[in-house]
Each structure stands twice: as structure tokens, then as C-alpha cells.
């Protein structure tokens, strides 16, 4: 089973960007869905952006398209999130979530192999 560890969290002021990434280790994330999820204190969890390796396909939730984009390295190691535009309503734990397979989804219960989480902070 693939471990996934997310980096690239902080502090961005409104109207700003981040990039995030997700590493695997154990194993590459070739033939996977990789969605990008984050929970808010007190809201449940919530996906945000899903990429199939395989196909490149890509599902986003309407709180974030056009703003953020999700992408994969050439090697299939990383996983990026892309997030312009940053509101304040986007403050989250945000965390990666990969299940082999050529689907996309934004269902939490689709994944089993899920990172730790890196905080993102919106505020001026």
C-alpha cells in the first residue's frame, strides 16, 4: 500500500497562491485516483480535486474550479494541488488520498491510503 506524505502548507494572504504536494513512498502512484480533500474545524471533510494518473482525467468541486488545479509529476511520485486565487473560506486541513484504479471521485469513502494533512491559513 502506498504512504503519501503532504508538504507545501502555510500562511497566504487572500487573493494569494500555494502549492501543495503529495509524495508516495512504498509505491508510485501509476493507475491510481488521487484526490485532494480538506477539512475545516467543526465541517466535515471534503474533496476538492481529483486526478486520475492513468487517464489525466479531472473532477473538481464547484467551491474550487478555476481556481485550483490539480496535476502529477512525469515519474507518478507526486501529486500537486495548484490553489490561486485563495479565499477565506478555503482555510483547511488539506490531505491526499490515493485507491488504484482509472476512476475519478471526490467520495471519501473511495480511498484507502490517506497523508497526515497540511494546514493552509488565509489571512491578511
Known amino acids: 500500500q502506498v504512504q503519501l506524505v503532504e508538504s507545501g502548507g502555510g500562511l497566504v494572504q487572500p487573493g494569494g497562491s500555494l502549492r501543495l504536494s503529495c509524495t508516495a513512498s512504498?509505491?508510485?502512484?501509476?493507475?491510481?485516483?488521487i484526490t485532494w480533500f480538506r477539512q475545516a474545524p467543526g465541517k466535515e471533510r471534503e474533496g476538492v480535486a481529483c486526478?486520475?494518473?492513468?487517464?489525466?482525467?479531472?473532477l473538481y468541486a464547484d467551491s474550487v474550479k478555476g481556481r485550483f488545479t490539480i496535476s502529477t509529476d512525469y515519474a507518478r511520485r507526486t501529486a500537486f494541488l495548484q490553489m490561486n486565487s485563495l479565499r477565506p473560506e478555503d482555510p483547511a486541513v488539506y490531505l491526499c488520498?490515493?485507491?488504484?484504479?482509472?476512476?475519478?471521485?471526490?467520495?471519501?469513502?473511495?480511498?484507502?491510503?490517506w497523508g497526515q494533512g497540511t494546514q493552509v491559513t488565509v489571512s491578511s
Open positions: 512504498g509505491d508510485t502512484l501509476d493507475y491510481h485516483a
Open positions: 488520498a490515493s485507491e488504484p484504479g482509472s476512476w475519478v471521485s471526490l467520495n471519501v469513502g473511495d480511498f484507502g491510503s
Open positions: 486526478i486520475s494518473s492513468s487517464s489525466g482525467r479531472t
